[in-house]
């Protein structure tokens, strides 16, 4: 059996199910043998497509998720997706076929472009070491979160493989749990504040985690918030005041601001989730918990940091605050819940409706589209001026019904993402929320849902604008390099097989329901909004 066989049948023994690319001559034969081997494989139109994808789908899932890549020009075009999924920590596996003759077209640095991405860079060393290294490479993505490139050279593929295939298992690593020191004096602190906030980011999404932060704010008086990333984690908690940051209701921010106690639960409390700092408030004590100990204290002082997992320092601190017999209101007042139960989300919220004749408030828009479709939803938003009408307005059932691609902030990402999602979740309504812009950056893979029968609502914010740079530069300079003639997004969708509609008003959004009823293809909505002002997020980022 050749190397490139072994690949395949190791990868799919050590648990890799699904696998994203684009096929050519050097990652052909490892990625047939893992589909032969039983998974399933996705083919892109573009690798910048397929790493985004395979990116969403291990948030998504929680898996080990494979990105399979040509040598060269095929890795290099995915790079964008790759640093995305870097900084976010996804659990994402790149196999790229290498190059390793300086004479060969296709060579390049892989190894330290993958460095340079913030990814783990390794390789296939030899026959030899194949299964060894590559179940190397497997363990760093499912115990670490990290993502990793494994360069495969070409003439190492075409090698025997010398003996049989045998896999070590994979040993669960567990979190560290707090020092005691530590866990008494977050006890205490917990104990002591009277208006407590608990925000859970990216380290904190999962299960376990989720049900002790819960347990733990039960018993001492904590509202519930969360990180743009984890949004929805908490849904259905009667003290969830939804996202903390940039996106937060008027409301939100004021709770956050009064706390006297806002404790990060695997959450980097940065300038997006704290707004610049501004929602700190100056007596407040800060704490944070994290299992990774570089983002402890990087963004801003804190008071305490404890290296440890989410799950475990929650346990043992509601544990600890049990034994003291500490069960108290906090900041659950009968006044703070009416306030959370009449304006806690952006659609309580009042607003005038700047709807004209021809062009829609994404406002408006986004609330209609929130009571048409079926909370089971998965919805992926892609970057740009317009992301926090369908981020807020738009609510998703839990952390796994919300895919935000923002740690690179790239444009053109949200389709790819939605696909990528739609296939971790194959039980809700697909969601892609994009910009006239991104969407049509990333319109290839158009494609794609439309040959996978995907029934994928996307949603189109089309100003015929880089509405961010607009609104950020102002109309003092000549924006004609970021202002574009009207496209008729529409049309073009139809173009590709997609259902689609014009929408002007909310009437224009009635055919969702029908679409609803029998979703066998993608439907595109072209949404001709208005944009005279940036969003109320570009206005909080940019301060102005």
Not at 39 to 67: I, N, P, W, Y
Not at 126 to 138: E, F, G, N
Not at 235 to 249: K, L
Not at 262 to 278: A, E, P, S
């Amino acid at each position: 059996m050749y190397v490139r066989e072994v690949i395949g049948r190791a990868l799919y023994d050590l648990g890799v199910r699904v696998a994203f690319g684009v096929v050519g001559s050097g990652n052909f034969h490892y990625t047939n043998s893992l589909v032969d081997a039983g998974a399933r494989f996705v083919a892109a139109r573009h690798e910048g497509g397929a790493a985004v994808m395979a990116d969403a789908h291990a948030r998504m899932s929680e898996q080990v998720t494979v990105l399979s890549l040509h040598q060269g020009c095929g890795y290099t075009n995915a790079l964008t997706g790759i640093v995305e999924a870097a900084k976010s920590r996804s659990p994402l596996l790149v196999l790229t076929a290498e190059a390793t003759d300086p004479k060969s077209n296709f060579y390049i640095d892989q190894e330290s472009i993958a460095r340079g991405c913030g990814a783990v860079a390794l390789r296939i060393r030899s026959a030899a070491t194949a299964v060894s290294d590559l179940t190397h490479a497997y363990d760093i993505c499912a115990l670490q979160r990290r993502t990793v490139v494994l360069n495969i050279p070409i003439d190492v593929q075409d090698c025997l493989f010398p003996g049989t295939v045998s896999l070590s298992p994979t040993v669960a690593r567990m979190a560290p749990r707090p020092q005691r020191a530590d866990l008494e004096e977050l006890a205490a602190l917990l104990e002591q504040a009277e208006r407590p906030v608990f925000v859970a980011g990216r380290g904190a999404r999962g299960g376990r985690a989720k049900h002790a932060l819960a347990e733990l704010a039960d018993r001492c008086g904590a509202l519930l918030a969360t990180s743009a990333v984890s949004r929805g984690m908490f849904e259905g908690q009667p003290w969830s005041i939804d996202v903390a940051g940039g996106f937060s209701t008027p409301l939100a921010a004021e709770l956050i601001t009064d706390a006297d106690l806002i404790v990060g639960w695997g959450c980097t409390l940065n300038m997006w989730t704290m707004r610049h700092g501004r929602l700190i408030g100056d007596s407040a004590k800060v704490v944070q918990v994290d299992i990774d100990q570089g983002a402890i204290g990087r963004n801003r002082p804190i008071d305490l940091g404890v290296w440890a997992g989410v799950a475990e320092t929650a346990a043992d601190a509601s544990a600890l605050l049990a034994e003291a017999k500490v069960e108290k209101a906090g900041y659950r007042t009968n006044a703070t819940l009416e306030r959370i139960q009449a304006e806690g989300r952006w659609h309580q919220v009042p607003f005038d409706d700047e709807s004209t004749d021809d062009r829609i408030d994404p406002r408006a828009m986004s609330a209609h589209l929130n009571r048409l479709l079926p909370r089971s939803r998965v919805l992926s938003v892609d970057s740009g001026n317009f992301l926090g009408y369908p981020s807020m307005y738009l609510d998703v059932p839990d952390e796994y019904g919300f895919c935000f691609t923002q740690a690179f902030q790239s444009v053109g990402l949200g389709l790819a993402t939605a696909i990528g999602a739609a296939i971790a979740q194959p039980d809700r309504v697909p969601i892609a929320a994009c910009g006239d812009g991104g969407f049509l950056m990333g319109i290839s893979e158009l494609e794609t849902a439309v040959r996978m029968n995907l029934p994928m609502l996307v949603v189109v914010y089309n100003d015929a604008k880089y509405g961010a740079e607009v609104h950020h530069f102002g109309t003092d300079v000549a924006l004609d390099a970021v202002t574009f003639p009207d496209t008729d997004i529409a049309a073009i969708a139809r173009g590709y097989g997609c259902e689609a509609i014009t929408v002007r008003g909310l009437d224009d959004l009635l055919p969702i329901k029908s679409w609803l009823d029998q979703p066998d293809r993608p439907m595109v909505l072209d949404a001709k909004i208005i944009s005279d002002e940036g969003s109320w997020w570009l206005v909080e980022a940019f301060g102005h």
